[in-house]
């Protein structure tokens, strides 16, 4: 119904010459309007109509017209009815609209009275249906959501069904922090967003934030707004992700990258959850979920000093640690079909899988995890000739010399990432986001272990 529909209109009064007479003043308004002098006829009528409203005068010889409007309320949520009353009869217009009439007119009433009433009820009706359509879509999404959380959770090994569990458990309370830990690639995004889209906050924003991608003169600005004017550059007041996460979760990806001085202040917003913008000193309460994800070792920074044991306690509440991939070598195949099906899909192609690519793979000690898995799934999809997928379209083959193929107790796994890293930074002319993609890891990913591994693009040269 937009604003200038007209409505369904029902009149039921046993005054004939009054009925008749506001049919006729209501058709002229542009309503479609019916007139009727029986309750079993309005029945009829309302059975075979869309009526929006009932204009229903409650005293009808021989039946209580707050039992007409009972019925009707019962037997058709979506309509409103306005109730006729005489002189002196507020007792029943009292109880009327107890019983969910949405408003009264006092007989004799003039054609502006009924006007104004008519007009209420559309705007109501409409705003009404706007917000059915409105509730109808989010439950929509949110069920398209959990769809897909579902199907993108892949994995049938024990250790990442507990995760999934530990997830969907974590959800259901709604203040506890998270924090996820896992090699880089393992899934600990994928993880948040199941404990986000699974929980009461869906429905508000999940909001991801990479701090070590944030200069450091911006990163409290960035997580706590600022007011207009409180230094270069802010030119207008701005919310900070503390504030926009309200209702919804905050997702610091990274967390053992934040600098100390920005630690106490993250600690003492998630304790207080109250936060005061940047060159502001009005508190604003916000409501928000932290769930924070790491790959680095954060006990190792906390006895180094470089993190805070009080904020570690804060955002530990519950600890999922996500296992590489190559500990548990059975998720690869069910993710290599899934994948791999998702890209060929793309592509309108069906392609098969030899039986050994999974046997090969199942040994490659996969330093990028699941997302390495994931690149080579669509680089060999996109390259593959043919209608099925042999060991020659892995890259792996062809760029290890056989090299990185380790059993299960392999322990130097150091030296073949490193190895790993040279050679994809030889291969892609030392470019570090190609490189990257060759190893099917982040850029961020990648400069945290060169880093690691003291790999200067000097020394890879050598
Ligand atoms: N269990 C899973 N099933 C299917 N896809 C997954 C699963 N886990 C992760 N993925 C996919 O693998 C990719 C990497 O996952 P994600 O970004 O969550 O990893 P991460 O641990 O956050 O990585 P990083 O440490 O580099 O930030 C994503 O494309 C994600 O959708
Ligand atoms: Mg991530």
Not at 303 to 322: A, C, G, P, Q, Y
Request: charge should be neutral.
């Amino acid at each position: 119904m937009t604003r200038h529909e007209k409505i369904e209109i029902l009149i039921l009064d046993d005054e004939k010459q009054f009925t008749e007479e506001l049919h006729e003043f209501l058709q002229k308004s542009g309503h479609e309007s019916f007139e009727t002098n029986t309750y079993p006829e309005a029945r009829h009528i309302l059975a075979n109509h869309e009526i929006d409203l009932m204009i229903l005068d409650v005293r009808l010889p021989g039946i209580d017209g707050l039992d007409i409007l009972k019925e009707v309320k019962a037997k058709h949520p979506n309509l409103e009815v306005v109730i006729i009353s005489a002189h002196g009869d507020m007792d029943t217009v009292i109880k009327a609209m107890r019983l969910g009439a949405f408003d009264y007119l006092r007989k004799p009433f003039r054609h502006i009275d009924i006007q104004i009433v008519v007009e209420r009820t559309r705007k109501y009706l409409h705003l009404q249906r706007k917000l059915k359509l409105v509730e109808e879509r989010n439950s929509l999404i949110s069920k398209t959501l959990e769809e897909k959380i579902d199907r993108h959770f892949i994995g049938v090994s024990v250790k990442i069904r507990d995760i999934f569990d530990a997830a969907l458990a974590a959800a259901q309370y709604r203040d506890a922090n998270v924090l996820i830990t896992g090699e880089s690639g393992t899934g600990k995004e994928n993880v948040a967003r199941i404990i986000h889209y699974s929980g009461s906050r869906k429905e508000h924003i999940f909001c991801a934030v990479n701090s070590s991608a944030i200069t450091d003169s911006l990163l409290e600005s960035e997580f706590f707004g600022h007011k207009k004017g409180s230094f270069t550059g802010a030119v207008t007041d701005k919310m900070g992700y503390f504030e926009v996460s309200n209702q919804g979760t905050l997702f610091l990806d990274e967390i053992a990258d934040m600098p100390l001085n920005l630690q106490a202040k993250i600690l003492r917003a998630a304790e207080e959850k109250v936060i005061t913008r940047v060159g502001d000193t009005k508190t604003i309460k916000t409501d928000f979920r932290i769930i924070s994800s790491t790959n680095h070792d954060i006990q190792k920074r906390v006895s180094e000093n470089k993190f805070r044991l009080d904020l570690l306690h804060r955002l530990n509440t519950v600890h999922i640690h996500i296992p590489p991939l190559r500990e548990r070598p059975e998720d690869i195949k069910p993710l290599l079909i899934h994948f791999t099906d998702h890209f060929a899909q793309k592509l309108n192609r069906s392609i098969a899988i030899n039986e050994d690519v999974f046997k090969r793979l199942e040994r490659y000690p996969f330093p990028g995890n699941i997302r390495e898995l994931k690149n080579m799934a669509e680089r060999a999809i996109i390259l593959c000739k043919f209608n099925s997928l042999s060991i020659e379209d892995f890259p792996l083959t062809s760029h290890s010399n056989g090299a990185v193929e380790v059993n299960n107790e392999m322990a130097n796994l150091k030296s073949i990432e490193v190895d790993m890293i040279r050679k994809a930074l030889l291969q892609s002319q030392f470019n570090q986001k190609a490189a990257a993609d060759i190893l099917g890891i982040t850029r961020d990913a990648l400069i945290r272990k060169m880093k690691k591994y003291n790999i200067s693009i000097g020394k890879a040269e050598n």
